[in-house]
């Protein structure tokens, strides 16, 4: 585990001030290290970095929520606009499974520029007890890196194929009722990746979904695992899925045979009860739908439910993140089962893709969503990218089309970067 500074050693010194309209809060992002959380124009993007905390320990999101608190405790703070957001901070993104290699990370930028409900903010940061210096608000532009060629990742589309049709037989054998599997693709292209540029075009197709960005990893996810807000608790639950035909009318009707499907029903079924079940212990009430309502974006549709509690147990955004990861809509179902399964067969190391991603201020209060539609930067090749996508895996399933699943998800990353 690696953790700098400690908060003992260099206390923060946060300052946060409304101000005008700068414009649309991606094009503010220089050329450095992008931190975001944008959908249909709002939310909080940042650059440079006052603090970093990264474990690859088993309690990953305990020690990431110690170090927050220590760091927010020791904080000498004056916030202007005190809405959620302001003040200091982080944006974090975690490893999908506690046995990855792979480092889970918490950035605190040296500036955010937030935007909610008509007001605008600027929060700048400094460690080392510093006043913070006054952030620069020009308009960047990011460009593009050229041609793109993709390349089969961890393994080959027919391959993964077979690791679907093994998936379904243990399923009849009864060793899980679900099982999420992923794949991953890999890109090359001509010039170096700008993270800013995938974000610009992930934000102008998919504005409602939560244009993310946490050291190199960087997506467009439709799924919000929890947001918690002065102690009102939303989840969104996405399971079950249809490509789309760009023809409107038939679109209608392949959403009419999405909400009818026994096969998909039952995907969601399980995703929605997972959470639930999470869910619970931290809440006095709860409102979960009887019945999912069809989710339309521009490739694909989904089974939606939206989730709402009342939180009980003063709960942190962060910490309900960690009671809900990992949900079935990303694991399966039983979820340990499931994850014994995702080992076995899935031949990759998921690193942070279908981990929670998202933000959380020192109140608490945050937004969480699940890494999906994402790829990963490559910190030692500038012009390579990961790209994943992975589909719900249920007894009804079948290979071919779960592989179609999984192109259409791999949609938004591929458009992105090659500006299409």
Not at 115 to 121: A, F, K, M
Not at 330 to 336: N, Q
Request: aromatic share 6%.
């Amino acid at each position: 585990m690696t953790v700098a500074p400690s908060a003992a050693a260099a206390p923060l010194v946060v300052r946060t001030s409304e101000i005008d309209d700068p414009g649309p809060l991606l094009s503010l992002l220089p050329d450095q290290p992008a931190a975001s959380w944008v959908r249909q124009g709002e939310g909080i993007v940042g650059w440079g970095e006052a603090a970093r905390f990264e474990s690859s320990d088993t309690d990953r999101f305990e020690t990431a929520q110690a170090w927050w608190r220590e760091m927010v405790e020791h904080a000498v703070v004056r916030d202007e606009v005190g809405v959620p957001g302001t003040g200091a901070v982080a944006f974090g993104s975690f490893a999908f499974d506690a046995r990855s290699a792979r480092s889970s990370v918490l950035t605190l930028p040296s500036v955010l520029v937030g935007s909610r409900h008509g007001r605008t903010w600027v929060t700048t940061i400094a460690a080392q007890g510093v006043l913070p210096a006054a952030a620069d608000l020009s308009v960047h532009r990011a460009s593009g890196p050229g041609p793109v060629s993709f390349a089969d990742g961890s393994m080959s589309a027919a391959n993964w194929e077979l690791v679907i049709a093994n998936a379904v037989e243990r399923i009849a054998a009864g060793d899980v009722d679900k099982v999420v599997l992923a794949r991953d693709l890999e890109a090359r292209t001509a010039g170096p990746i700008d993270v800013r540029w995938l974000l610009t075009g992930l934000a102008e197709r998919y504005p409602g979904c939560w244009t993310f960005a946490v050291d190199g990893l960087v997506g467009a996810t439709p799924e919000l695992l929890v947001r918690l807000e002065r102690g009102l608790v939303h989840s969104r639950v996405l399971a079950g899925t249809i490509r789309r035909t760009g023809d409107d009318e038939h679109d209608l009707a392949l959403a009419g045979s999405l909400a009818r499907s026994s096969k998909d029903l039952e995907e969601h079924e399980y995703a929605v009860r997972s959470l639930a079940e999470a869910l619970a212990p931290h809440c006095s009430s709860m409102n979960v739908p009887e019945s999912p309502f069809v989710l339309h974006l521009p490739n694909v549709m989904h089974l939606a439910t939206d989730v709402a509690g009342v939180l009980a147990d003063g709960a942190t955004s962060l910490t309900l993140a960690a009671a809900l990861h990992p949900t079935a809509a990303v694991g399966g179902t039983p979820t340990a089962a499931a994850i014994e399964l995702i080992r076995e067969l899935e031949g990759m190391d998921r690193g942070r893709y279908a981990g929670p991603v998202g933000w959380t201020d020192s109140t608490g209060d945050g937004e969480w969503g699940i890494a999906l539609r994402c790829a990963e930067t490559d910190p030692s090749d500038p012009q390579r990218l990961r790209l994943f996508a992975g589909c719900g895996i249920v007894a009804g399933s079948d290979p071919e089309a779960e592989l179609a699943e999984s192109d259409a998800k791999l949609v938004p990353m591929r458009d992105a970067l090659s500006g299409a």
